[in-house]
């Protein structure tokens, strides 16, 4: 089933989505700007083996790559799913586990990787299990519990903020 | 490890924080549920989403999980397969027992010192931790409220909220004893890091991790678990050894039915759009293992049981706990097991035995709040009855009831009892038509109205009352009708100026009204109480009497016994396939007042009265059944009553089932809510549409002292339309 929206309406509901979700999104229009953007807001952020592969100037701005948990944490998102606001992550066991340990998330997607529903999004996630994948996840927000006394509150296991950064062609 | 039903009923009612925080929970999820619902609704048909409403997106899930109920053995081949193909190692365990030692075994092959568990409820449900435990494996619960709950040594309260019944002040007098430091007893943020930072050291020492299931997805042996913390990640990804321990009921077919999941479990559990996370396993990463134990423990029983089955499209959401009165009330730890409210009156018996069941189904109050939430569409309120029906059939009726359905149960003997008793009550019947009775205090909070000194039937059986021609509803659409008015037995013989009012309103639009001969009680009592021999013998009787008369309807003022008749008569025929056919012809023409009034008579919308407002309490099942309880605030207007909107209008009034006998505690908590919202609304008149609820109401309103006339609606409709015909007596 084809979403019905163009990618910039699907991009605002995504965005309207990420807002309610307690989580931020940013817009850059390429590579190296993410890497700007990410050495001013996210000094000594590390980032996953995979983001040196797709986006080698935010790579080579990284204090570190691979998987000793940092505070700061760059990792690439697969695709957008603009119905819930999720972003699908799939990274090797060591590379997710650092993502999880950290304190601040930062999944950077392709302007162009965004579905409309959570039924294109959850067919994207098949496609990759098929091709191999051992754990791909969707990501709607950061880490929340309500378990004591009903109380949201942000941060108790996985990273306590997410930022998106939508990454633009240029 | 369970303590005995009475000692935690104890326990639950003298908690008087429990009750308050539930209601409080209660209404919060009820609000953001319906909210998250209503989004989908208005969002997702634009998107072009497949199951874009509540109903639609029910309606596929359940479709996904017959498929698999269909054919088990099938739909277990297929994921089991799937699932060994990516590398998965899956143990199947018949009985509790073998899954734990499935599990032991491998921990044990890997000497696991210290194990890091994500939520599961099936290892809650086989007392997995306990026995780990014996067996020298330190397990520590990561979840946030499973924590909390291991600390206290206790078991969850709810299946979504491990820890609803504790307070941030228990919890930090728990973290501190853990910690032997100090944690600040108010701030719930500071509680939460404090779990961030002891939990993190076990995450990153345990040997091996454990996490539940969601759904295990057929079509590629993947395992979907959702989550809002992140621990089921994890305890997922850094230990090298990875079980996962599911019930094979979790077994969906495809990524799409996953997705359904998705949209329904997050709305319907926590009133979220989506869980933080939701991630798919299939198979080990280099360098790891993945086990998989696929628990039966008493599931291929609940198949094969046909009253039973459709439980086990179970996704534990915990909405049927979030509805249900009586869990308000006393809280999760005294349905007993892992799985209270609703579904652990249906599942309980076939995972931990009948005994373990027999206790707690009483508290339902058959008010069906928790069927029209379930977003799996199992018929609740159903499968409770039979789960009742059970229990009676192994253990027959306490004392108390039996006696009551020998006399109860025979019309002649019933009717001798009821005048006798309308005699030797005279001398304690008080002015305001109460008696004044010396009740212990666990019944002293509901008044008990006195009999009438002549039942309805006295004056109105095989008698026929003509319509009315002139009054401002007598040309309604139902004029020239004929309807065989059923009398049930509670207002005949207790409140007659309600069937006097109801025939009044039947006769101002218009219609002819029959009272046939030979009626007496329609058997719900004693199908409430799982006697359904009894119950059978008086819907024969009904039936009987009731098809006798050629009226075009049959209508009553008791919406409780309408819905006896109309919906449950053809059930409990289910073996005698003449009576069924019957009690379907019988249900057909059978319809509440309020139905018959406002859907057949249609009547004009009257000039507003100028008086004070009345508020309007619809019967729960009028509301979850029928799903009217529109029409009574409805026919009201039209009649120019002024109405006072009732907060949490369709919310029981905690008469129904046996648990006003059962459990009267259970009762008064839920009348409680009930009258408190009443008084919100400044009203001094409360109306409802079923015999029952407007004697219980008011006789709860009469024992707190509240200055409140209840009455049925009938008797303000008639009032209104200043019927102009004269009383039936």
Request: glycine share 8%.
């Amino acid at each position: 089933m084809a979403s019905v929206a163009a990618p910039t309406a699907l991009w605002s509901l995504f965005s309207a989505k990420v807002d309610l979700l307690g989580a931020t999104m940013m817009r850059t229009s390429s590579a190296a700007g993410a890497a700007s953007l990410l050495a001013g807001l996210a000094p000594r952020f590390a980032c996953s083996a995979s983001v040196s592969r797709l986006y080698p100037a935010v790579g080579r701005a990284a204090a570190r790559t691979g998987a000793s948990p940092a505070t700061e944490m760059v990792a690439p998102g697969v695709y957008a799913i603009a119905e819930t606001g999720s972003v699908a992550v799939d990274e090797p066991a060591n590379d997710r586990g650092a993502c999880f340990l950290a304190e601040h998330l930062w999944l950077l997607v392709p302007e162009r990787e965004i579905v409309g529903t959570l039924d294109l999004g959850i067919e994207r996630l098949h496609a990759l299990v098929r091709n191999g994948s051992h754990h791909p996840l969707l990501m709607s927000g950061p880490s929340r519990t309500a378990d004591i006394e009903r109380v949201l509150t942000i941060g108790v296991h996985g990273p306590r903020a997410l930022t998106i950064v939508v990454v633009g062609d240029s | 490890m369970i303590r005995p039903f009475v000692e935690r009923y104890r326990t639950a009612l003298a908690d008087r924080r429990l009750p308050r925080n539930l209601l409080a929970f209660q209404r919060a999820w009820r609000l953001t549920r319906d909210a998250a619902f209503q989004r989908l609704s208005v969002e997702a048909p634009s998107l072009g989403a497949r199951g874009a409403s509540f109903e639609a997106a029910r309606s596929r899930l359940s479709a996904a999980k017959d498929s698999v109920l269909a054919d088990p053995a099938a739909a277990r081949a297929a994921f089991i397969s799937a699932a060994t193909g990516a590398g998965t190692i899956v143990h199947e365990a018949r009985t509790a027992d073998d899954a734990r030692a499935a599990i032991l075994d491998v921990l044990r092959d890997r000497k696991v010192k210290l194990l890091a568990k994500g939520k599961s409820m099936v290892a809650e449900e086989i007392f997995l931790n306990h026995h780990l435990e014996n067996a020298q494996i330190r397990v520590v619960e990561t979840d946030l409220g499973e924590w909390i709950i291991q600390l206290a040594h206790e078991t969850p309260s709810h299946m979504v909220m491990p820890a609803i019944h504790k307070s941030r002040q228990q919890i930090a007098t728990l973290f501190e004893e853990e910690a032997h430091r100090s944690v600040p007893h108010d701030d719930v943020q500071a509680q939460v890091n404090f779990a961030r930072a002891e939990l993190r050291r076990v995450f990153l020492s345990a040997d091996a991790g454990m996490i539940g299931a969601n759904a295990l997805i057929a079509e590629t042996g993947t395992i979907m678990l959702i989550t809002n913390e992140g621990n089921g990640d994890l305890v997922s990804t850094l230990p090298k050894v990875l079980i996962v321990i599911a019930g094979w009921e979790k077994i969906v077919p495809t990524f799409a039915d996953a997705a359904g999941q998705i949209r329904l479990l997050a709305r319907s559990g926590t009133g979220q759009e989506i869980t933080t996370y939701s991630s798919f396993i299939t198979g080990p990463e280099p360098g790891c293992e993945l086990h998989l134990v696929l628990v039966d423990n008493g599931r291929s029983d609940m198949w094969s049981d046909p009253d039973a089955r459709s439980a086990l499209r179970c996704i534990r959401c915990a909405a049927c706990a979030d509805v249900c009165p009586p869990y308000q009330v006393v809280g999760g730890h005294v349905f007993g097991y892992v799985y209270s409210g609703a579904i652990g009156l249906v599942n309980t018996p076939f995972h931990h035995g009948i005994e373990a069941g027999m206790e707690p189904q009483a508290l339902c109050v058959s008010c069906n709040a928790c069927a029209p939430v379930c977003p799996v569409g199992i018929p609740l309120p159903e499968l409770i009855l039979n789960a009742r029906a059970r229990v009676v059939e192994r253990y027959g009726l306490p004392w108390y009831k039996r006696a009551a359905f020998a006399v109860w149960s025979r019309p002649r003997i019933f009717d001798a009892a009821a005048r006798f008793a309308s005699l030797v009550q005279l001398p304690v019947v008080a002015a305001d038509g109460f008696l004044r009775l010396p009740l212990p205090e666990s019944l002293a909070w509901r008044s008990v109205p006195a009999l009438a000194r002549h039942p309805a039937r006295d004056y109105a059986m095989g008698r026929t009352f003509e319509g009315d021609s002139t009054g401002p509803w007598a040309h309604s659409n139902a004029r020239g009708l004929t309807v065989a008015y059923f009398l049930q037995c509670v207002a005949d013989r207790a409140a007659p100026e309600q069937i006097d009012a109801a025939v009044r309103v039947l006769r101002a639009c218009g219609v002819r009204v029959v009272v046939p001969e030979g009626q007496h009680c329609c058997g719900l009592p004693a199908l409430d109480a799982g006697d359904h021999a009894t119950a059978r013998r008086m819907a024969r009787q009904t039936i009987d009497a009731l098809e006798a008369s050629n009226a075009d309807y049959v209508v009553t003022g008791a919406a409780s016994c309408g819905i006896a008749i109309a919906h449950d008569f053809a059930r409990l025929f289910r073996d005698e396939p003449a009576w069924a056919e019957r009690a379907e012809r019988l249900a057909r023409r059978t319809l509440d007042l309020l139905t018959f009034v406002d859907r057949v008579a249609d009547p004009p919308v009257l000039e507003a009265l100028q008086r004070p407002p009345v508020t309007y309490h619809s019967f729960c099942q009028s509301t979850n059944i029928l799903g009217i309880s529109a029409l009574g605030p409805r026919l009201l207007r039209r009649a120019g009553v002024p109405l006072a909107d009732l907060p949490e209008m369709e919310v029981c009034c905690g008469f129904g089932g046996g648990a006003s006998v059962d459990y009267p505690e259970v009762s008064r908590g839920i009348v409680t809510r009930k009258l408190d919202n009443v008084a919100a609304t400044g009203a001094a008149i409360l109306c409802t549409d079923n015999p029952g609820c407007a004697l219980h109401l008011k006789g709860a309103a009469h024992a707190r002292g509240m200055d409140l006339t209840v009455r049925h609606v009938a008797e303000v409709l008639a009032d209104a339309l200043n019927a102009v015909s004269p009383p039936l007596g």
